[in-house]
């Protein structure tokens, strides 16, 4: 069994009694895009937030051979673990190469980081022409789009060798071609890690998922490609509510195929 394989077993968060994920089993393969989707609060951040250590959980969450549940966060990086946030977290006053030369050095260690260097690590390089950043190497970060912001948090994410990347809401007030953009990002990461994408956009998430998970009350409702969780009527209740299950009104939501 490949050691890229991120397995959760009964993985649970309770915030003083309220069960906010609530034993969930859920495996993701390497080279697999899966999307977790969900009506809001139904613990997909918090699921996010325990697989990288920044909430205690009890369970398991089985990655490269530990597992994370009960590990302090800077381990849980440096087993390859890494994660973007709903909001960009770049340095805006440094350039784009700055951002991603810095990110890599937290992995590298501040020694290396302190020796002059006059050429850019070649992982940076290789990130920047990944994220599609290369001709904005030198661009201060605070002046990017929105977009250009999130794809330089996944290089900071890429620099830091994570084999498995969770992003939260990546296209969140994008326009559609850096949606577009951000799909194609996307699937060139997932063709050689494992990739956990959490998103609201339902447009997105049918045109790049290659497998989704339903989470609903912090508990999975449903998991399978795209045409099969559209097509369940229980996602199809907890997005439009019982009573409400016109093949119209779900095909609005959801898209064809509910
Ligand atoms: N630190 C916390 N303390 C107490 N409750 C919390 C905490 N973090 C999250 N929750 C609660 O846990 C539930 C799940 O929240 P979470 O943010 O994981 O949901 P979500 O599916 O990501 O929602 P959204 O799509 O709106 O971002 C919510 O009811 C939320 O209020």
Redesign the pocket.
Known sequence: MNADYLELTNLTVS??G?V?VDRVNMSVLPGDLRFLI?P????????IDAVSGL?PATGTARWAGENLVGRKVHRIARLGVGRTFQTATVFEELTVAQNLDIAAGARRGLLTLARRRTSLPEVVVKAMETIGLTDLADALAGTLSHGQKQWLEIGMVLVQDARLIMLDEPVAGMSAEEKDETGRLLQRIAADLTVVV?E?DMDFMRAFATSVTV?HAGKVLAEGSVAQVQADPRVQEVYLGPGEHSKAVAEAVLGEGA
């Open positions: 915030f003083d309220f906010a969900g809001n609060g139904a613990g997909k951040t918090t699921l909430v959490v609201h989470l």
